[in-house]
């Protein structure tokens, strides 16, 4: 079966590699096409070349990002397709690791690069070996922003609201994003939360001060669990995924969506203080506290934003502005071939 192969050259490691699309052409070969996309306008067509080529396999070199982009487009096609009476199968997609955190990939059991890990899907495909298989759930979100345009994406992990969803907005500000970004971030909040209000306030910096107060800015709204309206209506934090995962190995989060067709939400309602308190259940992925928490298994949630506000998403780490309602349920299965590239050390092992 033909492979497709999907480069971002502006992903976060293939930005380091220029020659990427080469490597990814001479590890597929005959075997399948490269498409190399610069824009999100080009997506579309990528995808609808993939469908119509019977391509069973795609190769996704770029980051969570990528991967969520290219997963919305295919549903997006997938879906008027099967409108027109054509026949369209979901492909398993194989992520490539060539982003900042590639936390999809690390929760599939997928380890290497892009050209060695395709090299070994299409050495497999030859010899008619498939790898297993990990079948993730996937978030599917629907809306509309405040001009009254809809809105719909598949992702996985899904920051709505309050820092969860703020702390993006600190984290991309400085480059590269990695574990020591992540915990600079966190690290800077905490203290600028501890020490407003107390008399350190004037021995810390204004930027620390600034930077924790905005990102424990609430975001306030009406949000629905599973059709039941939570009694609070301001949120410190509120997110939902659809896979457990762990950003850059710091901080681990929706335990509960570990089980197949389950939602993990999460929705607390507490004071800058409050989540400083909670920062190592955030951290490790333990239950959160408070007296006004959602912290649990899910099929659906609902959020309309208070009149006056809106919701400024992010999803799979993507940015979205200006949306006033969403709707979050399970959306379609992803498969991802288990494909484990050797480690440097194995490698090197095998030559000696």
């Known amino acids: 079966m033909p492979i497709g192969v999907l480069t971002n050259p502006n992903s976060?490691?293939?930005?380091?590699?220029?020659?990427?699309?080469?490597?990814?052409?001479?590890?597929?070969?005959?075997?399948?096409?490269?498409?190399?996309?610069?824009?999100?306008?080009?997506?579309?067509?990528?995808?609808?070349?993939?469908?119509?080529?019977?391509?069973?396999?795609?190769?996704?070199?770029?980051?969570?990002?990528?991967?969520?982009?290219?997963?919305?487009?295919?549903?997006?096609?997938?879906?008027?397709?099967?409108?027109?009476?054509?026949?369209?199968?979901?492909?398993?997609?194989?992520?490539?690791?060539?982003?900042?955190?590639?936390?999809?990939?690390?929760?599939?059991?997928?380890?290497?690069?892009?050209?060695?890990?395709?090299?070994?899907?299409?050495?497999?495909?030859?010899?008619?070996e498939p790898f297993a298989v990990a079948e993730l759930d996937t978030l599917r979100i629907t809306g509309r922003d405040r001009h009254g345009d809809e809105f719909f994406h598949i992702g996985f992990a899904a920051a709505l609201g309050g820092v969860a969803q703020r702390f993006f907005d600190k984290l991309y500000e400085r480059r590269p994003v990695d574990a020591w970004s992540i915990a600079r971030v966190l690290g800077i909040s905490a203290a600028g939360a501890v020490a407003r209000g107390t008399p350190l306030v004037d021995l810390v910096p204004d930027a620390v001060i600034d930077h924790a107060k905005y990102l424990f800015e609430p975001t306030f709204a009406r949000v629905d669990v599973d059709g039941r309206t939570l009694p609070f209506g301001r949120f410190a934090s509120l997110q939902i995924g659809s896979i457990d995962i762990s950003l850059g190995g710091v901080v681990r989060t929706f335990r509960h969506a570990s089980t197949s067709g389950v939602l993990h939400a999460q929705a607390l309602s507490t004071t800058p203080l409050g989540l400083v308190a909670n920062l190592p259940n955030i951290v490790l992925g333990t239950r959160i506290w408070g007296n006004e928490v959602f912290d649990g298994p899910a099929r659906r949630l609902d959020v309309w934003a208070e009149d006056g506000t809106v919701l400024d998403p992010v999803i799979d780490g993507e940015q979205f502005r200006d949306i006033v309602e969403l709707h979050v349920e399970v959306g379609p299965v992803l498969r991802v071939p288990r494909v484990r590239a050797p480690n440097l050390f194995l490698r090197l092992a095998g030559t000696a």
Request: aromatic content about 6%; some cysteine.
């Open 12 to 128: 976060g490691k293939n930005r380091r590699c220029p020659d990427r699309a080469a490597q990814l052409r001479g590890a597929v070969g005959r075997h399948g096409v490269v498409r190399e996309t610069r824009s999100l306008e080009q997506l579309g067509d990528v995808v609808d070349e993939f469908f119509e080529g019977g391509f069973d396999r795609w190769v996704c070199d770029g980051g969570d990002g990528t991967l969520h982009w290219l997963v919305t487009e295919a549903a997006r096609r997938f879906a008027i397709r099967r409108e027109d009476g054509a026949k369209a199968v979901w492909p398993s997609v194989l992520p490539g690791n060539g982003g900042s955190i590639d936390f999809v990939a690390h929760k599939a059991g997928v380890r290497g690069q892009a050209p060695e890990l395709l090299r070994m899907l299409v050495e497999a495909e030859r010899r008619h």
